[in-house]
């Protein structure tokens, strides 16, 4: 299976910066997408960022210019680079991946989840 383990949350004041790491580990597919969603307290998760299927990125418009999502095939990572955070940016942050293993095989993993406050 795949093991996803992130690091990189904490407390910042607004307009400062923050970077989240997730390392994935397991079996990988050939063909993945790897990525950032958030939850913020009674609100739905929603898409970050993302490495999509097709090696493009995909932003929330409320991260575009701010949020940069980079990763290392390499060591199977991925990275989340906030800059200029603000209060509304707190949420618990969450590593996803997709293997594509056929077009009738899709496996998804989540991650446990790294809190990320933002103070005004």
């Known amino acids: 299976q795949v093991r996803l383990v992130e690091s990189g949350g904490g407390l910042v004041q607004a307009g400062g910066s923050l970077r989240l790491s997730c390392a994935a580990s397991?079996?990988?597919?050939?063909?993945?997408?790897m990525g950032w969603y958030r939850q913020a307290p009674g609100k739905q998760r929603e898409l970050v960022a993302a490495?999509?299927?097709?090696?493009?990125?995909d932003y929330a418009d409320s991260v575009k210019g701010r949020f940069t999502i980079s990763r290392d095939n390499a060591k199977s990572t991925v990275y989340l680079q906030m800059n200029s955070l603000k209060p509304e940016d707190t949420a618990v942050y969450y590593c996803?991946?997709?293997?594509?293993?056929?077009?009738?095989?899709?496996?998804?993993?989540w991650g446990q989840g790294t809190q990320v406050t933002v103070s005004s």
């Open positions: 996803h991946l997709v293997n594509y293993w056929s077009a009738m095989s899709v496996n998804d993993y």
């Open positions: 397991g079996i990988l597919s050939d063909i993945n997408a």
């Open positions: 490495f999509t299927r097709g090696r493009t990125t």
